[in-house]
């Protein structure tokens, strides 16, 4: 009786930092499982797409790490392919999905192909936990699933007029108290001519007219598209979310990690003098 092909196949959205020594982990696993099942010959290829859009194959992993990969001989797409004759098979593919010459969203998917369910759930299981140590957070798919696009250029005319909206209620609330405090310093005889009373209302009246509200809302706007603009190029500049690391682009990578690092501990070091000072002000003010 010929035996049933078992399958199983899974796609992953999330980033991915590949190094020459993951890959070569995902390859050993590949050989290994393979082996266990079958003392038949395996056949290996690894297929790899560049930005320009040519496709090179070869069957020895070292030459995948001679490759340049920087510019438009950047990888983008890299597959790795093992079988045997008798229906087993191991298929990884690893794509940069932020290219420009890539159509799916999927960042790594798996096909494994075989005779017996149990090395087929058990292979899947170990080349899973390989790819879980290689995660990295999808900035990227997270912000096309909200429509990033279109929040964008909704957040600056909602936070315009939320802006001028706080302004204009707020200059209200202190043109009543200003009022307030007039009135009761004529009660209180501080101030004896009506005149002088009108004179200071009208003042306030013009600190804070809806000119004034109109300039702190622009500045409120403007200064939070500075803040998505720096958030934006942060994300997008220095938090790379696929990546091949060898060749060229591992130094790129690791300038890119210091940068971002630097930059966190400056933010975060800020933050804690900033509550720390605003503490000790609150301290000696009392």
């Not at 099942?37 to 297929?47: D, H, V, Y």
């Not at 098979?89 to 794509?95: C, D």
């Not at 932020?98 to 969203?105: A, D, F, G, L, M």
């Not at 622009?218 to 603009?229: H, N, P, Y």
């Amino acid at each position: 009786m010929k035996k049933l092909n078992v399958e199983a196949n899974k796609a992953f959205y999330h980033g991915f930092i590949l190094t020459e020594q993951e890959l070569r982990r995902f390859n050993d696993l590949i050989q290994d499982q393979l082996k266990k099942e079958s003392e038949g010959e395996i056949k290996n290829s690894f297929s790899v797409t560049f930005e320009s859009g040519v496709v090179a194959e070869t069957i020895d992993i070292e030459e995948i790490f001679s490759l340049e990969n920087s510019g438009s001989a950047k990888i983008i797409d890299l597959k790795i392919s093992s079988e045997i004759t008798d229906s087993r098979k191991l298929v990884i593919e690893f794509t940069n999905a932020n290219s420009s010459n890539v159509s799916t969203e999927i960042s790594i998917r798996y096909n494994i192909s075989g005779l017996t369910r149990d090395w087929v759930f058990v292979t899947s299981s170990l080349i899973e936990e390989r790819i879980k140590k290689i995660r990295r957070w999808n900035i990227n798919y997270n912000f096309k699933k909200t429509n990033y696009k279109l929040l964008m250029m909704l957040s600056m005319p909602f936070s315009l007029i939320i802006a001028l909206m706080f302004e204009l209620i707020n200059g209200d609330y202190e043109r009543q108290i200003a009022i307030e405090e007039i009135r009761n310093e004529y009660e209180s005889g501080k101030l004896t001519e009506p005149i002088e009373a009108f004179l200071k209302i009208n003042e306030i009246g013009q600190s804070l007219d809806s000119a004034t509200a109109l300039i702190y809302a622009f500045l409120t706007t403007g200064g939070l598209f500075i803040i998505l603009l720096l958030v934006h190029w942060y994300l997008y500049a220095l938090y790379p979310v696929y990546n091949f690391c060898w060749g060229d682009y591992l130094a790129t990578f690791k300038k890119r990690e210091s940068l971002r690092k630097t930059i966190d501990t400056v933010v975060i070091i800020g933050l804690i003098i900033s509550v720390i000072g605003g503490i000790i002000a609150n301290q000696i003010g009392k």
